[in-house]
């Protein structure tokens, strides 16, 4: 009898394992953020039964981004216990939390809810970096990165239809219950799949020899857990922080603000919500795959590593002023087409500021870093939804949408004036 860490060495090997690494990866992706959306598409229906204000709303969401600003202490347990270990618990914990939604009642139940289900979410994108660098050589990470965050996308896209056949099935209280189960049995096969390269049983030597063969010698894990303090003294992590902190809102409107606007501006109704609140999250599945696709072509005709990194980021950046007309045109549907836009400028520059936390640190402090730039960037999401609870009932949604439009051009700049080219 064999545990499942014990299992005979003369497993059949599967060609490509990495690949089926990131698939099994790319679900956890679509579960988490599926988990964290469905409040947001819910939330015309909730607020209405629970009796919750604009304001309060915002606290709810704000609590959340309290709870995943505590990403460096998830990359730090990543970084100690292991990917397969470490995961696996906060995979089971938020969906055990999602779950537990079904019993909330009033805005400070949610709200409590809600930093813990941040708290155990926020483990997601500092998992994927470390994913991404231990199993892929260099010119591989980009790609791998954007397949994983097409999930975080994916999984929006699932929220719309799944809150509406809930609500007209029994109430939304079944749609955090449906994915809140899909979760945990995604999380008993990520304890029975996943194992690092070294230890992976269906790993072959020719693929453990090619995953070394392209990993940066300067980047090779060093004795020791990482020091938090001695990479906040480092310009690199402060040059892919800083641009999350002013790009991640634009995530957050789609995921937490996006139904209600359309509902109360644009006059949508469930069934509208659920024909059109999807696409953004489709454009922005799209803009995964097109931001290493930018920075692959631009390393082709000679721009090193991190340089078509910034460029693709930039390209997204400008890309991104289009969300500033959403509040501004007529048409729902051209206010739909332009969030569109904003889904796949946001990805497009997202997926590759993130996936640089494994250009630029070592694999044992890679999870860390990611955690910390995660940090940053839901402390945006959280300075940005409270200003917006608190001020959309007097100014509207327009000065939002502006400033949405601008601030990922100030991140290209910071991007390129802070991270160093390395040696």
């Not at 048409?331 to 494994?358: D, E, K, R, W």
């Amino acid at each position: 009898m064999f545990t499942l860490t014990e299992l005979p060495l003369r497993s059949a090997r599967i060609p490509k394992l990495r690949w089926t690494i990131i698939a099994l990866f790319v679900g956890a992706m679509i579960l988490n953020y599926l988990a964290r959306s469905v409040l947001g598409v819910a939330a015309p229906v909730i607020l209405a039964e629970q009796h919750i204000s604009t304001q309060q709303y915002s606290w709810i969401t704000g609590a959340f981004q309290i709870g995943v600003m505590l990403q460096p202490l998830a990359g730090y347990l990543l970084d100690g216990a292991g990917l397969r270990i470490g995961f696996f618990v906060c995979a089971a914990a938020w969906s055990l939390v999602t779950m537990a939604h079904v019993f909330a009642s009033g805005w400070l139940g949610f709200a409590a809810l809600r930093g813990l289900l941040g708290l155990a979410e926020g483990s997601a994108q500092p998992a994927g970096q470390k994913l991404v660098a231990e199993w892929f050589p260099a010119r591989e990470r980009g790609a791998a990165g954007g397949i994983y965050n097409i999930g975080a996308s994916f999984g929006a896209v699932l929220a719309p239809p799944l809150v509406a056949w809930a609500v007209m099935t029994q109430s939304w209280r079944l749609a955090f219950v449906v994915a809140g189960a899909l979760g945990l049995v995604w999380s008993l096969a990520w304890l029975a799949w996943y194992n690092t390269p070294q230890r992976h049983r269906r790993l072959s030597e020719a693929e453990r020899a090619h995953i070394a063969a392209g990993q940066e010698t300067r980047l090779s894990a060093d004795a020791g857990r990482p020091s938090i303090l001695s990479l906040l003294r480092r310009r690199d992590l402060w040059g892919i922080a800083l641009p999350r902190l002013l790009a991640d809102p634009v995530w957050g409107m789609l995921s937490f603000w996006m139904p209600l606007y359309l509902v109360r501006v644009r006059g949508f109704d469930l069934t509208q919500i659920a024909l059109f609140a999807w696409l953004p999250f489709l454009a922005a599945d799209l803009g995964c795959l097109f931001g290493p696709a930018v920075a692959a072509f631009l390393q082709r005709r000679g721009v090193s590593l991190i340089n078509a990194r910034r460029g693709a980021f930039t390209l997204g950046a400008v890309m991104m002023t289009g969300m500033a007309l959403v509040g501004t045109v007529v048409s729902p549907y051209a206010a739909i087409a332009l969030l569109c836009l904003g889904g796949f400028a946001h990805q497009t520059l997202s997926v590759t500021v993130i996936t640089m936390a494994s250009d630029l640190f070592r694999r044992n402090e890679v999870a860390t870093a990611a955690g910390l730039a995660g940090l940053a960037g839901n402390l945006g999401v959280l300075v940005f939804s409270l200003l917006l609870g608190g001020m959309v009932d007097l100014v509207g949604y327009e000065p939002f949408f502006i400033l949405l439009g601008v601030m990922d051009l100030i991140g290209a700049i910071l991007l390129w004036t802070l991270v160093r080219k390395p040696a």
